[in-house]
T-cell receptor, first 113, second 113 residues
Framework: DAGVIQSPRHEVTEMGQEVTLRCKPI?????LFWYRQTMMRGLELLIY????????DSGMPEDRFSAKMPNASFSTLKIQPSEPRDSAVYFC???????????FGQGTRLTVV | QQQVKQSPQSLIVQKGGISIINCAYE??????FPWYQQFPGKGPALLIA?????SEKKEGRFTISFNKSAKQFSLHIMDSQPGDSATYFC????????????FGGGTRLMVKP
């Protein structure tokens, strides 16, 4: 298995633009997580999906952020409009249920200028 | 509010030495405590995990020690190798929320040859 696949690996965008990050979880995994990593705040959970349904989005910073999981093999995290403070590395992770360790993708480094 | 505090922020150890990283948590409801290892440009990877019904878990050169009464847990890396140089994160989660993780701030470990 190729693991969790995220795209793009790097994204540079101008403030105010829409940004869409993509994730393909490991086949067969039914839980998907989006995390954000910054120097100031470390690793933060943004949202958790189970069987394609959003279960906990309490970590989503504000309404500019939205996430979808239209099917078991694809999820998106969208920021509209983007702001410089959104600059971070965004990780997608998947797991089979909650009790087994999560596998992280390589992340998308987002820079908003 | 930082619910999982990790120390030290950085650590330098000689090859063959023991690396010790400590974490303390506040939420007594936490019942799953994994450690993740992250190399530059990569996503975190699960290293080892423990639940509070045991006081110690060992996997190869990696050992977790858990002190429930003190709400502390630590990672010991025996016979540390240069290839262990990475950032290590402790994490915790609530019951039935295994991979909805609250991460510590991370420890950057450097093992000198």
């Amino acid at each position: 298995d190729a693991g969790v696949i995220q795209s793009p690996r790097h994204e540079v965008t101008e403030m105010g633009q829409e940004v869409t990050l993509r994730c393909k979880p490991i086949s067969g995994h039914n839980s998907l997580f989006w995390y954000r990593q910054t120097m100031m705040r470390g690793l933060e959970l943004l949202i958790y999906f189970n069987n394609n349904v959003p279960i906990d989005d309490s970590g989503m910073p504000e309404d500019r952020f939205s996430a979808k999981m239209p099917n078991a093999s694809f999820s998106t995290l969208k920021i509209q409009p983007s702001e410089p403070r959104d600059s971070a590395v965004y990780f997608c992770a998947s797991s089979l249920g909650l009790s087994i360790g999560a596998f992280f993708g390589q992340g998308t480094r987002l820079t908003v200028v | 509010q930082q619910q999982v505090k990790q120390s030290p922020q950085s650590l330098i150890v000689q090859k063959g030495g023991i690396s010790i990283i400590n974490c303390a948590y506040e939420n007594t409801a936490f019942d799953y405590f994994p450690w993740y290892q992250q190399f530059p440009g990569k996503g975190p990877a699960l290293l080892i995990a423990i639940r509070p019904d045991v006081s110690e878990k060992k996997e190869g050169r990696f050992t977790i020690s858990f002190n429930k009464s003190a709400k502390q847990f630590s990672l010991h890396i025996m016979d540390s190798q240069p290839g262990d140089s990475a950032t290590y994160f402790c994490a915790a989660s609530r019951p039935n929320a295994g991979n909805m993780l609250t991460f510590g701030g991370g420890t950057r470990l450097m093992v000198k040859p």
